[in-house]
């Protein structure tokens, strides 16, 4: 799309801008360089006492302290046009980012096309949020079923009264980390399907949603026939571990899918703002 006059006018200055900060970024960096290498020659030019001792113990054995001092004074000024180097460079980039929000913005009040890509890729980056949290779920409840495992094998073998007391309490934590899996399973299918959603206006043509049957995902195996109410066997442990291994699988596959897309949307929307940042200068 054809950048407006307004557009062209504001990324013109700050494309003058940002090379000005570029360039003084690099004048600062020369500087730093050559003082840099001023300094290597003192340190060259240094004994023992005064490259390795501290000032005053280098003083106390005959030392050059006034070698020291110059050198020190010397690295300070490296230290200080590296920090305006680093300075403008930060300014450049502040002055970048104000390019491409200015690009985008005007893109996204004008171009359907840009929108088109902006809509997924925003339920795309909220889905992976989604995502996040419920394999963090899935960690701690792999987590307390393994630490359910080991009291409930403990047990087994030692009949003691405190590691049968463990044991109890340990089963319950895993049936309770498992049940909030199974309680957040209908909140994650929601928002793998909103984030299908997304797609069906999306018309770049270069983005497919190829998630299959997403939404059946593993969450109609809800544990078949286990009783959550129950207190954990060992046998039981062994077959919930199974099933939330299932599940983690199946999710990170599904994470690798969105993470593809949101490289893939991310590439087109980058590519689009490029364009009329370009346009706005010719």
Not at 39 to 55: F, I, N, Q, T, V
Not at 89 to 103: E, F, G, P, W
Not at 161 to 167: E, N, Q, R, V
């Amino acid at each position: 799309m054809q950048p407006s006059d307004t557009l062209k006018t504001t990324v013109i200055s700050f494309e003058a801008d940002r090379r000005d900060a570029l360039d003084t970024q690099k004048k600062h960096i020369r500087k730093r360089d050559a003082f840099q290498g001023e300094a290597d020659k003192m340190r060259d030019s240094m004994g023992w006492r005064e490259k390795y001792l501290p000032r005053w113990i280098a003083r106390l054995l005959g030392g050059n302290t006034s070698a020291i001092d110059r050198y020190a004074d010397k690295m300070n000024e490296v230290s200080a046009e590296d920090k305006q180097a680093r300075s403008y460079a930060d300014k450049a980039d502040t002055i970048n980012s104000s390019v491409i929000n200015a690009v985008s913005d005007f893109l996204n009040r004008n171009d359907a096309n840009y929108r088109n890509i902006l809509i997924p890729l925003a339920a795309a980056n909220e889905f992976k949020s989604s995502i996040g949290k419920f394999k963090g779920l899935i960690r701690h409840a792999l987590s307390e079923i393994n630490d359910a495992q080991s009291m409930e094998t403990m047990d087994m073998f030692t009949k003691n009264k405190g590691f049968s007391l463990m044991s109890t309490f340990a089963n319950g934590d895993a049936r309770d980390a498992v049940n909030r899996v199974k309680s957040a399973a209908p909140a994650f299918e929601s928002a793998a399907q909103r984030y299908q959603d997304s797609y069906k206006d999306f018309s770049v043509g270069k983005i497919e949603a190829e998630f299959g049957d997403l939404t059946d995902l593993v969450f109609d195996f809800m544990f078949d026939g286990f009783d959550f109410m129950s207190i954990f066997s060992l046998s039981a442990l062994g077959s919930a571990e199974d099933n939330m291994e299932k599940v983690q699988r199946q999710v990170k596959s599904i994470e690798g899918t969105v993470d593809e897309q949101i490289d893939q949307l991310q590439s087109l929307r980058d590519a689009c703002i490029a364009k009329t940042r370009q346009a706005c200068t010719l």
